[in-house]
């Protein structure tokens, strides 16, 4: 699927040296944003502890935590595709429509507010892709957050994690942190509805551009 929105056109006009990737993973879609915004330093929040040494061998500085809005200890989900790991449990949507990542094993995880690991960077590229828990990451992240010039994130229509937020909060959660929705880069529907399931969106500061 072509890319709705070309970040090249954003990165010509913004400068972000520092890059805080929420939900790393492997550190493959890190690698393409910090070429594309020329990124100094990456910043990686990645949970499962099989992908720290992968994180670490690109350079990225690694924290081996789930975020979310408290500190404490929590069951983390394991996917078949790892990539779709939680700290929520899947819906029977997310089932139905991605067998593929139906959970395979559960792990203990520390979790971490984000405004008790970094101090606020200006200019900074902050990407959150966390499988269902972005709004509580924006509300134990408002200091570091708010201070960024763009947020690349992933929002939902159709609740594919129990309990999950939908667009409209995490929407009005970015908008009162003083972000404005520019665009979207991807966006994905259903196999049986055709109805839009989730996309990744792209926010910008406001009056910082």
Do not use: W
């Not at 709705?4 to 939900?23: K, N």
Request: proline content about 4%.
């Amino acid at each position: 699927m072509a890319d709705l929105f070309d970040l090249r056109a954003i990165a010509s006009r913004t400068r972000t040296p520092v890059m805080i990737d929420v939900g790393a993973n492997d550190g493959s879609f890190a690698a393409y944003l910090s070429r594309t915004f020329a990124c100094e330093r990456v910043i990686a929040f990645e949970p499962l502890p099989s992908r720290r040494d992968q994180l670490a061998a690109r350079g990225y500085e690694v924290h081996s935590v789930a975020l979310s809005d408290h500190n404490g200890e929590a069951l983390f989900n394991v996917s078949g595709a790892d990539s779709a790991s939680s700290l929520l449990p899947l819906t029977e949507l997310c089932k139905s429509e991605y067998p593929q990542v139906a959970t395979v094993d559960q792990i203990r995880v520390p979790v971490r507010r984000l405004d008790d690991i970094l101090s606020p960077i200006e200019s900074a590229l902050v990407k959150i892709d966390a499988q269902g828990a972005e709004l509580e990451i924006l509300r134990g992240g408002k200091a570091v957050i708010s201070a960024a010039r763009l947020v690349l994130i992933e929002m939902t229509f159709k609740r594919l994690y129990a309990g999950q937020a939908l667009f409209n909060d995490v929407h009005r959660e970015l908008d009162i942190q003083g972000f404005d929705l520019i665009g979207f880069r991807t966006q994905t529907v259903g196999t049986g509805s055709g109805e839009p399931l989730f996309g990744h969106a792209v926010y910008e500061a406001r009056g910082r551009a």
